[in-house]
T-cell receptor, first 115, second 110 residues
Framework: DAMVIQNPRYQVTQFGKPVTLSCSQTLNHNVMYWYQQKSSQAPKLLFH???????NEADTPDNFQSRRPNTSFCFLDIRSPGLGDAAMYLCATSRVRPGQQETQYFGPGTRLLVL | QKEVEQNSGPLSVPEGAIASLNCTYS??????FFWYRQYSGKSPELIMS??SNGDKEDGRFTAQLNKASQYVSLLIRDSQPSDSATYLCAVGDSNYQLIWGAGTKLIIKP
């Protein structure tokens, strides 16, 4: 089945220790998104890639970076995690065509805990 | 600032009744609308998408869109305890992104 996969599902890191979260997709979608979601809040968009074009949200902290080495894979790097970065990180993909927003499909998420 | 508003709830509905979830949005040019269901600790799962005014039915779910009034709703018929979750309304913007509501927590009481 075509799907969005995220690894790991749970990540525990220490304050200030870099961490990388990964996402892969078999849907062949041209857009990939990274969201941060905290308890009882809406998903907050951090970045998205339209093909290879990287788009950074204005309020995404510099501590967060992303890479998309090919169509199928995308990575979220948190250079120096703080306690406030503990959250669920969601990867989503979408097939975007001019003039229409298609459905975004989500991976299972990575729960990040910062000690 | 583009916004999507939802009542946070919780909305409590007896099992077997109709649950009605509402969402309003600020961007008049929005063309695509989505309802996602999210169980606690899980990722959002698409329930319905709707692009045209009127009703769209899929099983026990009906999405209703009124672009003139800028609202979209989701009806769940014959509500089941397994429908208990947070329902997120999302509206597509001109930059192929989604503007998200904070979600309505729905509780179905057996």
């Amino acid at each position: 089945d075509a799907m969005v996969i995220q690894n790991p599902r749970y990540q525990v890191t220490q304050f200030g220790k870099p961490v990388t979260l990964s996402c892969s997709q078999t849907l062949n979608h041209n857009v990939m998104y990274w969201y941060q979601q905290k308890s009882s809040q809406a998903p907050k968009l951090l970045f998205h890639y339209y093909d290879k074009d990287f788009n950074n949200e204005a309020d995404t902290p510099d501590n967060f970076q992303s890479r998309r080495p090919n169509t199928s894979f995308c990575f979220l790097d948190i250079r120096s995690p703080g306690l406030g970065d503990a959250a669920m990180y969601l990867c989503a993909t979408s097939r975007v065509r001019p003039g229409q927003q298609e459905t975004q499909y989500f991976g299972p998420g990575t729960r990040l805990l910062v000690l | 600032q583009k916004e999507v508003e939802q009542n946070s709830g919780p909305l409590s509905v007896p099992e077997g009744a109709i649950a009605s979830l509402n969402c309003t949005y600020s961007d008049r040019v929005s063309q695509s609308f989505f309802w996602y269901r999210q169980y606690s600790g899980k990722s959002p799962e698409l329930i319905m998408s709707i692009y045209s005014n009127g009703d769209k039915e899929d099983g026990r779910f009906t999405a209703q869109l009124n672009k003139a009034s800028q609202y979209v709703s989701l009806l769940i018929r014959d509500s089941q305890p397994s429908d208990s979750a947070t329902y997120l309304c999302a509206v597509g913007d001109s930059n192929y992104q989604l503007i998200w509501g904070a979600g309505t927590k729905l509780i179905i009481k057996p």
